[in-house]
């Protein structure tokens, strides 16, 4: 599963903000998925920010240099021409130049999940404090707030309030009560210890979905497994089968109960057929 997916396109989370502490000097958002696994997203750095900030700025300073380019075709005196212009005229061309700006951002963020190309790029998205997907205020309001954090240039005001705090906001996000998270690729193997070993062939057609309590009670014996006396292991693992696994055949059962590494490896890839 990744977080990109079905995750991310629902509409809320049970989600809390971690708490900072000295074996754990990062920050993380702990979001609860509506599949009821837990996930763990690391806030994205300043670092991560300014790379994805520069891929959309570059993006942006092609655009206006095409646009001038056609201009030029139309207009021999560009800067004559706006010079040309009245105080009122020049001073909208600036309004519309920042809007169109902040319309790239806003809707980029809105529509697509809180992600512009650059932070896409970068993997790095926009949520709420609580973890849930931004909205259209969150964004239009951390997004007009760029004309502060570039003061008095290059983001000089984002950079210092980003080193400043915990969660590395800058100030758009402080108003707007969103902040960014690095996106992670969730590896199922990493809940088994156990050798790789082929699981029985089965028909998947014929097993019933899981439920999230079911994904949530694989996943939950498959962490703790490794730590398990043997006895206990075994007797959990076959439980489990018995619960996941009713359609399977007496041929198939007796394969799969053959070890507990293939009952792991059995119950590891009908966590993975949900994903």
């Not at 690391?42 to 900030?53: D, Q, T």
């Amino acid at each position: 599963m990744h977080a990109d997916g079905a995750s991310w396109m629902a509409k809320a989370y049970a989600v809390r903000p971690a708490r900072m502490s000295p074996s754990a000097p990062a920050p993380h958002v702990d979001v609860a998925t509506p599949e009821r696994v837990a996930l763990s997203l690391p806030v994205a750095g300043i670092g991560y920010r300014c790379l994805a900030w520069l891929v959309d700025a570059s993006l942006l300073f092609f655009f206006w240099v095409a646009l001038y380019f056609v201009i030029t075709l139309l207009v021999s005196d560009v800067l004559g021409a706006f010079q040309a212009l009245s105080g009122l005229t020049q001073t909208l061309l600036a309004v519309g130049l920042f809007a169109t700006q902040w319309l790239y951002w806003t809707v980029a963020e809105v529509f697509f999940h809180g992600q512009t190309p650059g932070k896409r790029a970068l993997r790095i998205r926009v949520v709420r404090e609580d973890g849930s997907p931004v909205g259209f205020f969150e964004s239009a309001v951390r997004n007009l707030c760029r004309a502060v954090d570039f003061l008095p240039v290059l983001y000089a005001t984002g950079c210092i309030t980003m080193l400043l705090d915990s969660r590395h906001r800058r100030l758009g996000d402080m108003l707007a009560g969103t902040v960014l998270v690095r996106e992670e690729a969730i590896d199922l193997d990493k809940y088994t210890q156990a050798p790789p070993v082929d699981a029985p062939a089965t028909d998947a057609s014929v097993q019933r979905p899981l439920t999230a309590e079911d994904v949530e009670l694989v996943l939950a014996f498959l962490a703790r497994a490794p730590g398990l006396e043997p006895e206990v292991r075994r007797r959990l693992g076959m439980r489990l089968v018995d619960r996941v696994g009713a359609s399977l055949t007496d041929d198939e059962r007796t394969r799969v109960l053959q070890s507990p590494e293939a009952m792991e490896a059995f119950l590891r890839t009908r966590a993975k057929a949900v994903h």
